[in-house]
Nanobody
């Protein structure tokens, strides 16, 4: 069964960095757009970043210039998060766009 497994979340101080990883089982993911989304308490899930199979990227306005999405040729998608702010605190989810595949989520907390 296809599966997405996220890792790399944690507690970081404002201005710090984290790198999230999403390992996708199954080779068919390589032809799909992959995305990172986040959901903070009491808020709707929102797009953080997407990357197509060809490497074209798209970012949410609130993270442009601070976050970078990338993918390798082994079905792993990364999210490098720099200059983190308290408002980046959320559960971050990996998603295969236009499918029902979501990861279990990883908590990112930005606090001093």
């Amino acid at each position: 069964q296809a599966q997405l497994v996220e890792s790399g979340g944690g507690l970081v101080q404002p201005g710090g960095s984290l790198r999230l990883s999403c390992a996708a089982s199954g080779s068919f993911f390589s032809s799909f757009t992959m995305g990172w989304y986040r959901q903070a308490p009491g808020k709707q899930r929102e797009l953080v970043a997407q990357i197509t199979s060809r490497g074209t990227t798209n970012y949410g306005d609130s993270v442009k210039g601070r976050f970078t999405i990338s993918r390798d040729n082994k079905n792993t998608v990364y999210l490098q998060m720099n200059s983190l702010k308290p408002e980046d605190t959320a559960v971050y989810y990996c998603h295969v766009v236009q499918t029902t595949y979501w990861g279990q989520g990883t908590q990112v907390t930005v606090s001093s």
